[in-house]
């Protein structure tokens, strides 16, 4: 919470060292969080891919921390709850399986909300000292499963990718009119 939640590195509490820590996104290169910083923050790190440019839905080289947050939490209003489901050993390597999850009740670049549980799963690896602060994280994940559920619903007749396409009508009574 604190890498998403705190804009000066010296305020975490939780980490070892914040020159020094990385985290890394299925097998890639670890990354610090000055990295981190440069490629637009939490979301866009968490959303890396090796996908063509005309293939991605969500392309993290062209999000903004500023713009990766306002589509995140337009979609996600109540949140995007993390929920470790099992934790595997203890420390100092501290493998978990996790849940991310919320419901769509916001558009998703042009994506209208369906008001749908969109969730994904995957596995976490903390490394920490003996003072249980982290040192590293290691996550493995498919952001696919994240983004399949945020793109179900059809984009905007317009082809935008606007934050502000609405639902379309669903009401079979209204429909017929």
């Known amino acids: 919470m604190e890498m998403f939640h705190k804009t000066c590195f010296a305020d975490n509490k939780t980490l070892v060292d914040h020159n020094t820590y990385t985290k890394s996104l299925n097998g890639r290169k670890p990354i610090t969080l000055e990295e ?14 090796s996908l063509p440019k005309e293939l ?11 713009s990766a947050h306002l589509a995140f939490t337009t979609t ?10 099992q934790v595997y050993s203890g420390p100092p390597v501290i493998p978990y399986k996790f849940r991310h999850w919320g419901y ?5 670049k042009g994506h209208p909300p369906t008001g749908e549980l969109v969730e994904f799963f995957g596995i976490g690896i903390f490394h920490v000292d003996e003072k249980m602060k982290v040192e590293k994280v290691e996550f493995f994940f498919d952001r696919g499963e ?19 396409t609405e639902a379309p009508i669903s ?6 009119k």
């Open 146 to 164: 994240l983004l399949g559920g945020l793109m179900r619903g059809p984009k905007g007749s317009d082809g935008s990718t606007s934050s502000t």
């Open 104 to 108: 769509m009740e916001g558009p998703f």
């Open 76 to 85: 996600f209003p109540r949140g995007f709850a993390v929920e470790v489901l």
């Open 171 to 176: 009401c079979p009574f209204l429909a017929s």
């Open 36 to 49: 981190t910083r440069k490629i637009g923050g939490g979301y866009n790190s968490f959303l890396q891919t």
């Open 56 to 66: 991605r839905g969500y392309d993290p080289d062209v999000e903004t921390v500023e």
